[in-house]
Structure formats: C-alpha cells, structure tokens
C-alpha cells in the first residue's frame, strides 16, 4: 500500500474506502494478498456484474490468447470482432426486436457517451442536451457537461455549456410530474431552453443515488422527444447487461430509444468494452470521424461473446435476478423498521439502494460493513445512499450473508449515535 | 466482412483502409483468415510497438489469468497495480531521474489528455490551453479541443473552446521560429491570447504528418512554459514507448514536462491501459474528483510489467531502433531520388513519414502496398503522408523486406500517373 | 417611406406594425407628417414615461445647448454629470435610504445589464448567472444570454452560455412556488446547476408579457441569494422611473437588490442614458475595465435631472399612477367580460396586459387600434399580450378615450371572427 | 470632484487622467468650471471629429427641439430619421458607389459591432469570428471577445469564446506578411482555426496604439476573405468620419467591406448614433431579430445630417487633414530627433500615434501636458502611445501651440529622467 500512496496520484479513491491489497477474485467474492476473503455487493460498480473470472469466459480467453489471435485490432475487421457482432445480434437484439447500428467508441463508457452527443448533435444540428439531476455520464467533457456532480463538474476547469440540467422522474416528490413541467417549457418558445438536439437518460441513475424513473414518466419523456424532434438516448452503462434484471434496463418501460450506451458488463470479464448503439437511421458518421485506440479490444469481444451465449440465451438469470431482488428490498425494509433507522429502500434488480436521512450514516455503515468483509459502496449527492449491488450470479446463500453482515452493520451505527430504536 | 457493413456503425474507418478479416498476429506480422500473411509497418497506430502477441508478455498474462488474479480492479490496490507502479518507477522514471505521481485516468490516451488538461487548468486556475497546429490529441471533447482537423472538431457538434491553435515548430518554413513568435504574443498583453494554463505538445506529430519538432524549438517552448507560469503536458501517447527511439520521445530534447500522457504502447500487448505522469508539486486532484471505470484493468498491468522488464532495462531496443532508422530514412531518400518522386522523408526513430507534394498518391501509395500484403497508413491534414512504422522488434529482413514493397508500389503509382522519371 | 425600405435594414420592427413617418411629440400625443394624430399607449416601450418633449425638459435641455455646455465627455467630470449625480442621490436614494455607486456603463438598456452581470461575476468569481423564463435583458451577447426569446437567442449565431433559465413567479401556475423549487436544485450539490454568481430578474416582465412576479416570490428569490452567496440584480430597465408607480418597481416588495439597472425613461425625454447601480461593496471595478464612447451624454443629464426635480420629489404620479392603474384595469376586466373575450387582464401601474387565449388576436387588434390612432404593442412569446403603456402623465380623459378605442377594436376584432358573446 | 469621488463607480477612467470639471465646450477648446480653458487633442476619443457644439450642428439642433420634433422613436420611420438616411447616401454612398443597407444597432459603437457579427455569423452559418492582435471593438460580450486587451477581457467574467487573434498587419516587423501566414493557416484543415464566418479589422488600430494596416495588407485580407467565403467587416468607429482624412479610413486602401460599423462622429455633435453597414445581399436579418430602445435617437439624426452637408460636400475638410497631418508628424519627428527620444511616430490623417521605447513616459507625458492645458491620450498595449488627435477642424495655429505644449512637456520628461540628448 506504501507504493500506491507513494506512487499513485492523490485522485485515486476506491483504494480510500477499500484498503487491502486484493490479489484475485472469484465469483462474487474476492481474496486479498493475505488471504482475507470479501464478499462483493459492489461488483466493481457493475463492471462485474457475473461475479470475477467466470469459468466460462475465463477458457474462452485462455484458448484465444493461447492461439495468439489478434489481440489489438483498432477497427480493422477480425474474427472475433464478427463473431461478437453476430452473437450481439443473434443473442440480444434480434429477440428483442432491435435494429441499431454498432458503435465501438472507445474502450470505456465515457467514450461512448461522447460518441452518443455527437452523432446525435449531428443528426440534430443543434447542440443542446438536456440531462437531468443527479446524472452521471462520465468524466470527458463532453460526458461531463451532462453530470450533475458539482465537484466533478468543477474539475472540468472550463465551462461546460451546451447541456441543460432538467429534474428528473419524482424529483419533487410524487404528486409532481417533471415530465409534464419539461413539455411547458419546451412549448414555451421564450423559456430560455434552447431546442436541444437529445434528452439523455438513466433509467436508474446509479452514482446519483439510486433514483428510480417512473415508467410512465420514460414513456412521457420518449413522446417529449418525438413531439420536438429530439433524440432519446439511454444511457444503459450502469443499469443495463442484467443488472435490473432484463438485459437492458429500459425494456419494461417499453421505450425504444434512439441511441444507447453500453459498457461495464458488456464484456462479461472486467476487460474494457464499449458500444453505442445507434438506430440505423440516424448513423451518419463519416467513416472515422470519431476514432481511437483501444476501439477493438479483441479479448473482450471474446469474454463478451462468451457472456451472452452463457447468460442470456433464456431468461433464467434474469429470473433469478427479479427474485431475489424482492427477496433483498423485503429485508433491508424489514431491517429499517426493526431498528427505526430512517432510511428509503428503493431499486430495481440487483440495483437496490438504502437512502439514509443522515446522510453521513451511509459512509460510516458502509464501513462498518468493510471492517466485516462486505464491500459496498455509498453513491448520492452526499454520499447517502449505500448501494446493494452484488454480483448477478450471487448464490442466495451469500446474498442472506451479506445482508446479515449489513443488518449488523446498521445495528452497530445506529446504536453507536444512540438511534437504535426501542423495538431492536 | 458483410457482418461488419451490416452491423457495424459508417463510422469505421481502417476496416476500409484494409478490407481484409484478421484472424492471428505474431510479431510483425498479421495473418487473415484465409491464411494469408501481411507484413507490419502500422503497429496498431503505434500500439503494437513490440509486435503482435510478444511471447514474454504472453506468458505472463496466461499465468495471470490462470490464477484467478484480479482482472478488473476500479482504483482500487491489487497486486498487479503495485507492480506496476515499482516497475515503472525502477526502469523508467529512477535511471532518468524522473520524479512523477502516476494518475490511471480510463484506459484509452484521450482519457489521459483529459486528465492531464484538467488538472492543469486545476493548477493554474486559468481555462486556456495552446495547442499546435496538426496537433491529434484524441477525440472526447477536451481533447478534441486541442487537435487540429477541422471535421473531427465539426464531428464535436459544440463549440470548441477554452484552447487556442498555434503554429507548430518549423510550420513557415525553417527561417522562422515560431517559439519566438508566441512568445511575442504572449508578452503582448493585448494580444488577444489570453494567459494559458497550459501548452500540449506532441514532440514528432503522428495523426498530423510526421512533423517533427526542433530539439531547441522545444526547449524554447519549455522556457516559455516557465516564464509564463503555464505548464507543459508532453502527449507522448502516440511517440513514446520507444517509437522515436528512447522510451519517451521528449528525452534527446533535454526537457523535463510537466505533465506527460501515456497509453498506446504502454501496455505492451494491445490491453488497453493509460497513464497521466503529473509532477508530484501538482498533483492537486481531490479523491475521486476524476475516476471511471477500467482505470485499473490488471491485465494491462500485468503485460506492461512483462514489457518494461523485458525491453527498457537496457538500451539495446532503443540503439537498434535507432540504427535502422537511419537505413530507413537512407533507402526512403534513395527511392526518391531514383524515382524522381516528389515527396520529403522526415521522421525519427521507427516514425517516419514520406510527405507526398501529390498528396492523393499517398493514398494510392498505400493501397497498391496493401495489395502485396504491407500494411501501413497515411497521415496529415490531407492523408498527404505515407507513415513507415514498422514494430519496434521487426527483423532486418523483414524491413528490407516491406521496404521493397514500398519501392515497388511508388514505381507502379508514378508510372500509373506518368510521374516515374526517366532515371528509374 | 420608401427611403425607409430602400436603405434601412431588414431588421426593422415597430416601423412595420406602426407604419407611418412621424414628425412631432408632445406629452402622450404624437403627430404625423400628414397632420394625423395619435395618441400614445406605448410610451416608447418604457422610454417616453413623462410623455414627448416634456416643457420643463426642454426648456432646461435648449438652455443647456444654447450655452455650450458640454455634450459629449466620455467619462470626464462635467458640471451637468455632477448635478446629476447629486439629484439622484438627494431625490431618489437618500429618501429611500438607498446607498449605491452609479456606474455609466454606455448610454442604453443592454450595456447596464453587460455591465451588471460582469460586475457580479467578478465580485462572486463565478460564471454562471440564473435567468427566468420569458426573460427580456437586451441584444448584445451578455444581455441575450440571459433573455428567454428563442428567435433572438438564435440571432447570436454563438452559443450563449454560462446562464440558465428558471421558471419565473407563477410560472406552473399559481399552487407552485419556483423559488422553493429553485431552493431545493441550489441545494443539492449534483443538481447539473452550478452556484451561480447572481440571479437577475424582472419583478414585472415586459417583453415577455406583463408577467407579474408576487412580492413573496421575489422575497423568496431574495433570500435564496442571500443564502447562497449570490447577487440579486433587478433589471427596472423597463418596470422602472415610475412605471409601475413607485420609481423603482421592486419598492413595494421591500427588497434590497445588489444591483440595479436603470435606462430607458431615466432621461425623462428620450435621449439616451443608462446607469448600473451597485451596493458600495460589490463596486470593485478596476479603473477603465468597463468602458464605452457614449457613457457621459451631457444633454441626457440635462434632462435626467429636470425629470427628477420635477416629477419625484412628491408622490403625486405615483399616486395618480396607482388610482388610474385601477380604473384601466377595471375597464378592462370590463371589456373582457361584457363581449366574452377570452383573455386575461394584469401588470402594476401603467404596465397592463391582456393576455389573448387566441395568441393571434393580439396583433390584429393592435392593429386594429392603429387604424384608430391609438398606438400600443404586443409582447409575450407568441405576442399574444397586448400591452396598455400609456404616458404617465396622460390626462384621465385621454386615457378613457384611449381604451374606447382599444374596447371598439377588440369589438370589431372578436365580431370579424364570430367570437362576441351574445351579451355583447 | 468629491460628488464623483463619493457617487460614482470605481471603473470611471478618463476622469482620473484629466482631473478637472468640465463645463462647455467651443470647437477644438474645453473649458473648465474654474475658467481655464484647455485645447483639445483628445476629441472624445474621436467623438467629437468637429470639435465641441459646432454652430451650424447646433442651430439645427436648437430649431427641431424647439419644434417638439420627435426625440425618442425606436425604430419607426420619423421625418428626421427619412433625411438622415437620404443625406447619408446622397452625400457618402453614393458619390463613393456604395450600397449598403443602414441597421440602427443602439446608440453606441459596441452596439454596432454586436450587429456586424450576429448578421456575419447568420450569413454564413459559422461561429468563428478573426481579430487582430490589439484590436479593440467594445466593451459587451460579443464586441470583448474580438478586443484583443487582457484586463478588459478578464472583466468579462465568463470565456470569451467563438473569436480567434491573428497577428495585425507588421505586428512581426516589416518583413513578415501576416496576410499570407493567415492564408496558410485558412488553406490547412488541420491548423485548428476552424473555418471563420467573418474577419473584422480596424484599418488604424486605435486603442490598440495606432497601429497603422498596410493598404497592400487590407487588399490581402479581402482577397482571403473573397477566397474563403468570409465576410470582411471594417470597424471604422475610431477611424472613420474623417479621422484619417476620407471619410472611410479604408477608401484609399480600395477595398470594399461587407459590413462597415461606424459611430462616434456620425452624428457630428457627441449625440449617441451608431450604424452597421450591410451589403443588401448579406441583410438577412428578420423583423425584430436585434433591437433596442435608443435606436433612433432623432437629436442625433439632426446633427448628422448638419454634419454630413456640412462637411462632406466637397472634399476640404479631408484635404486639409490630411497637409497638416503631415506637419504634424514632421514636426513629431523632429522633436524625437532632437530630443533623442526613443520613440516612433506613426499615423493617418489627424490620427497619430508616439510609440514610446520606454512604455511608462507616455503617461507621464500626457500628463504633463494636461498641466499645461492640452489634453490628450495614451494608448497600446502598455500605455505607451501617445495619442494626438485633434478635431479636424483645428486652426492651424492652434495645432502648432499644441505641438509646442508636447514638444516643451517630452522635454520636461526626459531631462526629468536624463533621457535628454545632448543635442536638444
């Protein structure tokens, strides 16, 4: 660790809240280099979303590098970028009833955010972007105009301009519909917005607090878009590949976006992927208009297509997913009316979050749970809200461990700030 | 490939350039699914300096993945992560007598020259950063601001502010110095340039021609740098990892930036990874103020470990790098003359450009080579230069080899067009 | 006329709805080059509150000339720029214990509102400025960054940044506060709106439509920069020197702005002057930083203070302002019920509006007024509120045959598109 | 002084170099409240090309306010606004063979420019404007981000973006064309100076030092604008009216601007008039797309009229500045000489300029000629140009006692100093 302090720049921040040299990981739990075993209900905040190293995938790779296939590709064509395409296809979106266009933007979710603005500013001709409170869409600039971080904002050192924050699904509380306020502004041709060229959205926004969108106010915002002649883009890099459940987050809400984001779990394996999906309509690039590096990353083609011929060929992991996720917000609602700790559960999928009153009681049981071999993660403008996002594959055994480990947790700071109740 | 033109996005752009499915690399060379083989003088744009799929690093990284290491690890500590950053610091930065914090800001180099701007306009609290002409510094929107071609800033759909162009080292001519010219506007307080941040600087400029700037040139900028109180970011993303020669390009130069972004070939293998190398004096970030996703992707780090240990802990790569180079550089001067070929060879180490006065020959140039199987690409504002970019491991043979090939399609493009003189 | 369409630019507007050539003024009467009277309920927009060529300000304006007293002076010490500064202490701020520092910013509407939000950014080192929907600032990139018309935002042809629109008093309709809403976006930290410099506001929106704010609301607003360090700067450009009775509009609200900007009507007869009032301690200009030709227009001061000495050293227009205000709104809220016209009828003092559910009739009954010899304008986003502006001075009969004309066009107006109710 | 000192605000400049209140006026003398009388070398700043209450300006004034002509109107067509615009093409357009359409922007120059670059921008779709190093254009934010001036840049608050400088005509000594380095940073796409909608130029930089553009130089960036579909747009504010002898500085230069702006002494008397010339072919503007409330300030459209028939019928005015002109700068040029002061005198018309070695005796000088009654002003970057500029209609003798007031006070300075040559 004296090298990571030594050496590392002081950005670094996981490493703050998690320090323990890790060595390797398996599954939904992870070793470290002295042989303590954690539980993870962070799934590298949804980059591992089937558990770390999974056996199938992990053969997959070995074989393909074993036979030296190509490994750095930029965008040239090469079998596994194909057979990625294809399973893509074949697994996803032809059951779905998809017709997008394939964007490799770039290894990472930011870039394809980036990638995502700029075709739609282009097919628009306008540059405007509305986002909404409490989004997270990365740390470019371009991804960064559209989050609503102040901090993170800040770190931009220049105006970021050319996106709107708006307020999103029950912002105000629900007897208010901010979808409804946003159509009278944009009828409004005085009201100061600007006719953007796209409405950028997280169905759950993951990093702003686990907030959930309504569906009806989705349905509402893709009319928006469709009534004014803006682009709907989706921005799945966090909820989407299963984490709510079905693969892409936004399918209950029956919603066709223009433009969607994907990265993360894409890849299945930890290995940097990223694609924007754009409705063949609307991708107008002109070839190499946007480029770089890291765009064809053939290892993660291969991890990736192992992934989707391994969890979404039938909908069993998704089943599963829906169950325990009842199963999981039946307990932390039970546990918060037994200790009378003020808190809301709310989430959908294995993407639950606990939002506390106190805000800084999140960080502290969050903590409180490390010290006791969980690993989760706080999120929220001020860190409020503790995440519950373990592994997709989490057998329920572990799942029930480590909600016990959290009830402790709960019970251990509450009690610590004499706010435990009577009843527990 | 009829995958690719249905399912991939138009933006694709060196699938056009070598229509051809790549199935295997092995060092300098790439074989396509049909068998057939194609020598290498791209090197991935530069991120494939030690060849395709090096037996060392290979080794390395099966063991790793054999054993379950932690393949995805956010920022936070692993064992790969701390290896890394020792072995970084024993064989690159103590024998240069470099002092650096290492920043991992996303895996791809735009994701590093967005880091490195941010925290440059953090240290001197000013938006403004110069960037020179033909500059490519990547294409997420701060970094976009600071590259040069004017329709992948169109394909920004925003304004692109907060930087300001200016003339390259030797850009009118070799009478004039263009360090001196800025420093005239930057004394002048109307000048209309308003104090930078910052200068980002490519040393040999990759994406826009090959050009390569003045060793006192440079100093001059450094200077300058200095007496204005603006930092200097060094982008040896595309130059360094012993392209040029010398693991960073800026090293014969004698300067000492003060903040250097790295990706490309850093990795070694293809595996995505990038640093940002900030001066421990101004390494101001706040905890997590820049983060995402892949930052630490261990593979990377386990390839790049490989790589460091095996090539940079003595000077033998560097000196063949250089002694071949010269006999490049001569053959391509021969083939000139004797062709009558209108065209500049200009380049250092394995970075060398034919700058073609015909500037769509470039282009024919190219394609005739992919024909008889030479892969290499064109650069510069109008695809105007022939980049020779050979691996950095490449036999002698195998350069004799690919520059025959080179010789043979100049002869067939000239005479195709008349342009053959009367020598040859 | 023609010589008005030859050489003048397209750009022309009021010459279009009222299209005629003018000779002559006197108090709220204007006459025509072929003899037509008309009577004036438009005031020039604001500009002409004490009627045309007032005989106290004329007698003092030609004296002045005759004398050779200074005309132009940049921003030299004249005898008649320190008269002025004295009246305007001694008349309008010492009797409502006002203490600010006069700034001449240029001698028009926008260049007090371009000097305001610069002073405000740079007391608060911030950038960004908050706005209201249907806002009106004025026409040069500052003032348009934060004017809500979307046709002449567009006209700036570059982006207008570092503002952002937020609904103005009532804007949802009267059951929701905006200022509470815009309380709890300041409050949260990842909002996507970043702290603000200062919010400027309107208390009565002119060319957005005579939108009243509640005195509350702007308390509310108040007390929201107050709490989040930001300026509070109340553009009276328009509602302002009496217009709405008091001099200044926000009076009766019993708030303290930071800063103030006056134009318009300050001259008193239609020669231009503007000033940017700011609180002693926000006024950190640096010498020269701001400056301009015309911001010392000696014929200005001249009549500025023969306005003051003769119009607000009592509370007699005020207070006839007031009683009169009562009876045209009375009237027509008469009008408006006796032939069914579906409108609605606000505004303070001599700043009304009806507001035309049919957005169309508005126009075609200013129109229709003009045919009459009554000049009034539209305003609002569709032009749908005829706006009832008549001199301040305007005798009581005048103004009742003023709105006998008004009453017999909406009349012929409604009745052309079968709209008069039947009691009509 | 102590009611300015106590009221108005700290950004009041001029004040401060000339410390003394002011009461009337007479052609080319000022005199002070105390009696004393000072000549004026300074005319407002080029406001006032006729000296102070010309009589013939003046009678015309007097006689339309007498009869209640209308002062204040929009933009509606009155009596006097129809004979202005009648006199301003009979007697300049047309015997120039001009045809532009007229746009009142406001009554101050920044208004104008604000115009000239929204409709350049709208006639060509791009948002890129070029300035030249030390030009200055304004003071709103349109017309601050084409002035070259760093302090007064920071006073904008905000970036000021959509502009690029370019080096002015000589700005790198007489053997470098910035012309042509322009032409060849426009003639390469990946130079980073996205394609511009507009250049704007002063043909005689004004604040920025009276730097003076070579004719060959205007010709050259015409051409460039012709050959890269930009606008040129002359800023002829400072310059223009007869300053530098025609009444366009750029007649002789034999160019003709798409967009001419022009204040100041348009209206002759320091009355607020500013027009933006229009080539018909580029009047795109839509009704009401720019406004304002002093667009058509008829005071001043009656002594531009006086103006215009007074000194532009026949060409003695422009004769006679231009044979003292050179009396002037030759006998400028013999005090430096016999002074040994290290200095350059450069120039057009009544419009000249001392470029001072030592920066900090400008002030000094001007100051010690405001000592002995002669007004006049520094310039440039540094303050270090002495700016002579008298009214145009300046009696010779007058002007000579001037010369001598300056010649004894750079005496004073330097022997002050011992820069005195033994010589002098």
Request: negative net charge; charged residues 25%; hydrophobic residues 40%.
């Amino acid at each position: 660790m004296e090298t990571i302090n030594r050496l590392e720049s002081e950005v670094r921040g996981y490493v703050r809240s998690f320090p323990k040299v890790f060595s390797t990981g398996k599954a939904n739990w992870l070793t470290a280099e002295d042989g303590t075993q954690y539980l993870d209900f962070f799934s590298g905040a949804g980059a591992i979303n089937y558990g770390h190293n999974d056996d199938v995938m992990k053969k997959a790779l070995l074989d393909y590098i074993e036979s030296d296939g190509i490994t750095h590709g930029l965008d040239m064509a090469t079998d596994a970028k194909i057979r990625f395409l294809e399973t893509f296809e074949d697994v996803i979106m032809k059951p779905r009833g998809m017709d997008y266009k394939i964007q490799f933007p770039g290894p990472t979710g930011t870039n394809a955010v980036e990638a995502a603005l700029k075709i739609a500013r282009k097919v628009k001709g306008r540059d405007r972007v509305l986002f909404f409170t409490n989004a997270y869409h990365g740390m470019t600039l371009g991804a960064l105009a559209v989050t609503g971080n102040a901090s993170k904002r800040a770190g931009a050192g220049v105006c970021l301009c050319h996106s709107s924050p708006v307020p999103f699904s029950g912002y105000f509380g629900p007897d208010r519909d901010t979808a409804d306020d946003l159509r009278m502004l944009l009828e409004n041709s005085s009201s100061g917005y600007e006719k953007p060229a796209a409405i950028i959205v997280e169905t759950v926004q993951g990093e702003g607090g686990i907030n959930v969108a309504d569906f009806d106010w989705l349905k509402k915002i893709e009319t928006l878009c469709r009534d004014h002649d803006m682009l709907l883009i989706v921005d799945d890099i966090q909820a989407g590949v299963g984490r709510t459940g079905p693969f892409f987050s936004f399918e209950p809400a029956g919603i066709s976006p223009d433009i969607i984001t994907v990265s993360k779990s894409l890849s299945g394996y930890g290995t940097p992927l990223a694609i924007t999906m754009i409705k063949p309509e609307y991708d107008i690039w002109e070839p190499g208009e946007h480029n770089g590096t890291f765009r064809g990353f053939n290892h993660a083609f291969i991890t990736a297509i192992a992934a989707l011929e391994h969890y979404w060929k039938d909908d069993k992991l998704e089943k599963n997913v829906l169950r325990m996720s009842d199963r999981i917000k039946e307990r932390l609602d039970g546990i918060i009316s037994q200790t009378g700790f003020k808190a809301e559960v709310r989430g959908r999928g294995f993407f639950i979050g606990i939002d506390c009153e106190q805000h800084e009681l999140a960080d502290e049981i969050a903590a409180e749970c490390f010290k006791h071999h969980l690993i989760l993660e706080t999120a929220g403008a001020d860190d409020n809200v503790i995440k519950v996002m373990p592994p997709l594959i989490s057998p329920d055994d572990d799942i029930e461990k480590g909600l016990d480990t959290l009830e402790q947790a709960i019970h251990t700071v509450l009690d610590k700030h004499g706010l435990l109740s009577n009843a527990a």
